[in-house]
């Protein structure tokens, strides 16, 4: 049974939490960064965000914090960070707002609910003696962006029913049941996505 706060809220927060609203408060600067067009700095706030996503979890595992509020809180700001921000941020680079990139955009969102729901319904599965995910993780979604970030640093732009097409394999990918590989040591996330976010931030500036 959850336990009922007895404070004058009715939510309580624990270490991890803090994580998560650090990590959607990132997300929603990517927001405004993207609207006023300082593109690669947004991606970069972003793979920060999702460096605070990451730890959040860590952190609530490793200290037996873990709870439904912390999970559907998570689910929440995943959307924020991993289906929102990137679909404005396609549509930004876009040189056409297409009926194909609308529909595909619709399509991603519902399949990156959906995955997330399972995620905070199943959470992680077992797999030769390791957790794995269910279905493409959401945080893939940055690095797929960022490949489109590069092509545009280049001038290389991408047709956008390709785009479209390209959306929709990874809606696919979301829903599609097979393991995906959990990073569980620090390391393996923490240098990677402060790699990316400085990478991004640095391309802003040049």
């Known amino acids: 049974m959850t336990e009922i706060p007895t404070g004058i809220f009715i939510f309580k927060l624990k270490m991890p939490d803090l994580f998560s609203f650090t990590a959607f408060f990132l997300g929603v600067t990517s927001i405004y960064l993207t609207l006023n067009y300082f593109i690669f700095l947004s991606l970069g706030i972003l793979f920060l965000a999702m460096l605070f996503d990451s730890l959040d979890g860590w952190y ?40 194909w990139l609308m529909l595909s955009s619709v399509i991603f969102f519902l399949a990156g609910i959906v995955r997330l729901s399972v995620f905070s319904d199943v959470q992680f599965i077992q797999k030769d003696n390791s957790p794995k ?50 990073f569980t040591k620090p390391n393996e996330f923490i240098y990677p996505t402060l790699f990316f976010s400085l990478l991004f931030s640095i391309l802003e500036l040049m």
């Open 60 to 99: 609530a595992r490793k200290l037996g914090l873990v709870r439904q509020f912390g999970v559907s809180l998570d689910g929440f700001i995943d959307t924020v960070i991993y289906l929102i921000n990137p679909i404005i941020l396609f549509f930004t680079l876009s040189k056409e707002t297409s009926i």
């Open 133 to 182: 995910y269910l279905g493409l993780p959401v945080f893939w979604t940055l690095h797929l962006t960022g490949i489109f970030l590069i092509l545009s640093y280049f001038n290389i732009s991408i047709n956008p029913l390709l785009t479209s097409c390209i959306l929709v394999g990874f809606s696919f990918l979301f829903i599609y049941n097979r393991p995906w590989k959990k």
